[in-house]
């Protein structure tokens, strides 16, 4: 019956060890070859121990003999306690539990073997590194061969010819072989949940899961897309609107500031006319009576008014007699006849009777109004 089961045991080890062999051992030496079968031969014991451990601590518990198991503790009944256990069935009285203390002692049993074996596979072979947070395959192996002297160049070239794990977990552990400039390498599960297989078909479900999941996941994005091209298109629209209100109250305000300058202007400029009196007289522009003030006559137009006299910088103007096709000027004319020489402006005429100059002395009582000055 225990060589049958050895047999099925030994059997099962090589079934499991097989399809890795295959991969990483394709380019190794026979000795490399052999390590490698002993590294998955002694992982597999070392994960049969643990699960006839847990087993054990779990049915001595159910038996009453210690407290449930916390963790994945590992148990072997020392000498002591198994004389105790025996003890004990003997005397107790409910028979299941006392099968179940049986069961134990013969299981202990089968644990020593189990060390045992475990023991012998692990004979001759390196220490393997466990694998922490961040470790990689990669670089644990690439570290190992710098600490054997090889350089950072013939490490990377060996690693290429070996199959390298993507992803690795904490707990595993890494075997490490360099033979006769030859390199190999065997992930075990050591002391993880799960094996590197195990590992290695997860990512593998994720990634038939995610290509699964492709055509429903691109057309929800492409949906998404869409609903994010169409608020695009609204929010450019919404900043083109924006960008026009806001050049339409730009341009806006410079009219407006354009049209205050010019009020402001306006209303503190004098507009005025200046012609040959005669002239102005036939247009019917002023009319000089003769025992009353000279003022407007039936020809006064606002829009003849094309000159003007910003009085917040100009207090002067300069009339020639040749701009009005005159031989000289005898006199000016200020019409209305209300503003007074001397008192409102003043009047000089230069000796050669070419130019005329009018000063205003009274500006607020020019300013926005319209005169005529007319020459003769």
Not at 27 to 50: F, G, N, V, Y
Not at 178 to 190: D, E, I, K, P, S
Not at 271 to 295: A, M, T
């Amino acid at each position: 019956m225990e060589v049958q089961r050895r047999s099925r045991w030994s059997a099962r080890l090589r079934v499991a060890a097989l399809p890795c062999l295959l991969i990483a051992c394709r380019r190794e030496d026979p000795e490399i070859k052999e390590l490698t079968e002993k590294a998955a031969h002694t992982d597999e014991a070392s994960q049969e121990l643990r699960q006839a451990w847990s087993e054990q601590l779990k049915r001595l518990a159910r038996a009453g003999v210690m407290d449930p198991p916390e963790g994945d503790r590992l148990l072997r009944l020392t000498v002591e306690q198994r004389q105790a256990l025996e003890a004990r069935i003997s005397l107790e009285k409910d028979s299941s539990r006392r099968a179940l203390l049986r069961e134990a002692l013969e299981k202990d049993g089968e644990i020593r073997e189990l060390e045992a074996r475990l023991a012998q596979f692990r004979s001759g072979l390196p220490r393997p590194d466990v694998v922490q947070r961040n470790d990689s395959h990669y670089g644990l192996a690439l570290r190992f061969l710098k600490g054997r002297g090889v350089t950072d160049q013939e490490a990377r070239a060996l690693l290429s010819r070996v199959p390298i794990s993507e992803r690795i977990a904490p707990g595993f552990e890494v075997y490490h072989f360099y033979l006769h400039g030859t390199y190999g390498t065997w992930v075990a599960q050591g002391t993880a949940a799960f094996s590197p297989r195990e590992l290695a078909r997860q990512e593998l479900d994720r990634a038939d899961s995610a290509r699964g999941k492709g055509p429903e996941l691109n057309k929800r994005l492409q949906k998404e897309l869409s609903i994010l091209e169409g608020q695009k298109r609204s929010i450019e629209q919404e900043i083109t609107a924006i960008q026009e209100e806001r050049r339409s109250l730009l341009e806006g305000r410079s009219q407006l500031q354009t049209d205050n300058l010019r009020q402001l202007e306006r209303l503190n400029s004098l507009n005025y006319r200046v012609g040959v009196r005669r002239d102005l007289e036939r247009e019917g522009v002023i009319e000089i009576p003769f025992f009353d003030k000279d003022r407007s006559g039936p020809g006064w137009r606002d829009e003849m008014f094309t000159r003007s006299l910003d009085l917040r910088r100009e207090r002067t103007l300069l009339i020639h007699a040749k701009e009005l096709g005159l031989p000289r000027i005898s006199g000016v004319t200020v019409v209305p006849g209300s503003y007074l020489k001397g008192e409102h402006y003043q009047l000089t005429i230069s000796a050669d009777r070419q130019t005329a100059t009018v000063e205003l002395l009274s500006i607020p009582r020019f300013r926005n109004d319209k005169v005529v000055f007319a020459v003769e």
